[in-house]
C-alpha cells in the first residue's frame, strides 16, 4: 500500500492510492471521497507510486507493481506499461527530480534484485 500527494496538494487536493489487491485510488478533495483509476493496468498490485514534479501542468504519474512500471499521462485516468524490464520487477521504489542543468524530469526505480 502506498500514498502519493500532489506536489500542489495545499491547492488541488489530489490524491492517490495504491493497493496490493486492488489497484489505484484518486481523490481530488484531500481524500474524502475516492474513486478507482485502473483502466489500462494489468497488474492491481501497487506497490509504489510517483507523481511529476510539474504537476498538474503534465499530470504525469507513474505506478510500480509487482511486474513492472506503468505511466499515467492523465492523472492516473488510464496506464500504459513502459515496457521496463520484467527481470528488475517488482518496482519497489520511485522517485522524480527535475536536472536543474537540462531542465529534464528523471525518474529512479528501485526493485528487489538490482535496486
Not at 2 to 24: H, K, N, W
Not at 50 to 74: I, K, M, Q
Request: glycine residues 14%; hydrophobic residues 45%.
Amino acid at each position: 500500500s502506498c500514498l502519493a500527494l500532489s506536489p500542489d496538494f495545499e491547492r488541488d487536493g489530489v490524491l492517490l492510492a495504491g493497493t496490493l489487491e486492488d489497484g489505484i485510488f484518486s481523490s481530488a478533495d484531500r481524500g474524502l471521497r475516492w474513486q478507482p483509476w485502473n483502466f489500462g493496468l494489468f497488474d492491481l498490485s501497487v506497490l509504489c507510486l510517483a507523481l511529476s514534479p510539474h504537476w498538474p501542468a503534465d499530470e504525469t504519474v507513474f505506478a510500480g507493481t509487482e511486474t513492472g512500471l506503468y505511466r499515467s499521462g492523465n492523472g492516473g485516468r488510464a496506464w500504459r506499461f513502459t515496457g521496463f524490464p520484467t527481470e528488475f520487477a517488482p518496482v519497489l521504489s520511485l522517485a522524480l527530480a527535475v536536472d536543474q542543468a537540462s531542465g529534464e524530469t528523471l525518474l529512479f526505480a528501485g526493485g528487489e534484485a538490482h535496486g
